[in-house]
């Protein structure tokens, strides 16, 4: 019967755990090469959350510094360490998001591993969301009392402003600092809406800001932004770069996918370098000599417009391998090799389907410029599918 079962599942549970007090709080640290960084954060962890029923979740991306294994290291003698190693993914916001769905806490927090976040606010950030108050606590390092001097980083606290202003008028919440990695909620919050996030970038708790339909009452703690303990920043090339495509994504992105939109405007690039190598080759390295020894016009030109073509290829690969698919990057010298002869390849396909497609469409009696437009728009999605899929697909 039902009371029977009920009576076997706490029987169970007593003997999985026989004193256990219900885990109250799970702390989610994304890292990526953060090993030196993993013993003082649990020292630190635990004298904050003294009392209190936690577990931090490291979720690392197969970091090659052995931050895994260091995580793995601490867990074996202390089971509130938990680890979830990434293999071939990267990003901080889709890390954030797998860490906090893989608790059973019911309050989660995310913070950075690299100790620029005080521990020290938790409790006083748990209290906000136990009592029922706020839906969200989070630390700011733009709010009256915090400060950023020890960040050392007078670039980034501007970028910062300019960010949150930006933010601040796409998810209709005031927030000082809507970039801020150190944050905590209900953990069901999440869970309700978390196969709507983006996963991409860093902005991670805009993402959550954006993304919910009841709007959360949300509590500020200023924060002193510490100087990084060990190693270095992350987020430094990419942070304008990702801020930007995840404004795109939830704006348009369910319109014409992001990735797609990033591939297709690496593309539009490389038009531009085909027509200005062309140029470079036709009037600065043939130049004078514009009909070389005894080459034809025609011969000039066609030698040009190869040579632009493959140059206007491999900036797109590159650009492609460092932006589009920055998450699934090819590194190394044969990956690179092999990834760029497998995006030759799907290119020329790629250009019969637009050549093709474009001569059918004129012989049906359909304009030159739609059909060249409707070519180019084929051979892009034709690209797409088989470069996502064969060159940078796992
Ligand atoms: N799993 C995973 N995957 N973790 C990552 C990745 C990744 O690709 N990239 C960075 N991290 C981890 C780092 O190891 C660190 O624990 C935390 O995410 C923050 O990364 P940092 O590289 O230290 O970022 P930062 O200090 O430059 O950026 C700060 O400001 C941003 C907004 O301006 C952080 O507070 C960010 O959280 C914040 O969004
Ligand atoms: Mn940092």
């Not at 901080?92 to 950075?112: H, K, N």
């Not at 304009?367 to 796992?394: E, P, Y």
């Amino acid at each position: 019967s039902t009371t029977d079962l009920a009576q076997a599942s706490e029987a169970a549970i007593r003997a999985v755990s026989p004193q256990a007090k219900p885990l109250e709080l799970a702390v989610v640290l994304p890292t990526y090469n953060e090993r030196k960084n993993i013993a003082t954060m649990i020292e630190r962890l635990d004298k904050a959350l003294a009392g209190i029923a936690w577990e931090a979740i490291y979720v690392d991306d197969n970091s090659p510094d052995g931050t895994s294994d260091e995580a793995r290291r601490l867990s074996l003698v202390d089971p509130r360490v938990r680890c979830i190693q990434r293999i071939g993914r990267r990003g901080l916001a889709s890390a954030a998001i797998e860490g906090m769905c893989s608790t059973a806490a019911p309050v989660v927090a995310v913070m950075d591993a690299d100790h620029q976040h005080d521990p020290a606010l938790l409790p006083g950030m748990l209290a906000a969301i136990t009592s029922g108050e706020y839906d969200l606590a989070y630390a700011s390092r733009f709010a009256e009392g915090a400060s950023t001097e020890a960040w050392g980083r007078p670039d980034r606290v501007k970028a910062s402003g300019l960010a949150n202003r930006i933010a601040n008028k796409v998810t209709g919440v005031e927030l000082t600092d809507p970039m801020s990695g150190f944050f905590m909620l209900r953990t069901q919050t999440l869970r309700a809406d978390a196969h709507r996030l983006s996963g991409v970038g860093f902005k991670i708790l805009l993402d959550i800001l954006a993304t919910v339909d009841t709007p959360l009452r949300v509590k500020e703690f200023p924060l002193n932004f510490a100087a990084r303990a060990e190693g270095e920043s992350k987020l430094d090339q990419t942070v304008v770069f990702e801020f930007l495509v995840g404004l795109y994504d939830k704006w348009l992105g369910r319109i014409i996918p992001t990735r797609f939109a990033l591939f297709g405007t690496v593309g539009a690039m490389g038009v531009v370098v085909q027509l200005a190598v062309l140029w470079v080759m036709l009037h600065i390295v043939f130049g004078e000599r514009f009909v070389y020894g005894n080459w034809s016009e025609s011969t000039t030109f066609n030698i040009s417009n190869t040579i632009a073509a493959l140059v206007a290829m491999t900036f797109n690969f590159v650009l492609n391998n460092e932006l589009t698919y920055s998450d699934k990057r090819l590194r190394g010298f044969a990956p690179l090799m092999r990834g760029w002869a497998q995006f030759a390849l799907t290119c020329s396909l790629g250009l019969l389907t637009n050549i093709g497609s474009a001569a059918v469409l004129k012989t049906i009696g359909v304009h030159d410029v739609l059909a060249v437009i409707t070519g180019v728009l084929l051979a892009s999605v034709f690209n797409f599918a088989l470069s996502s899929k064969f060159v940078w697909g796992k």
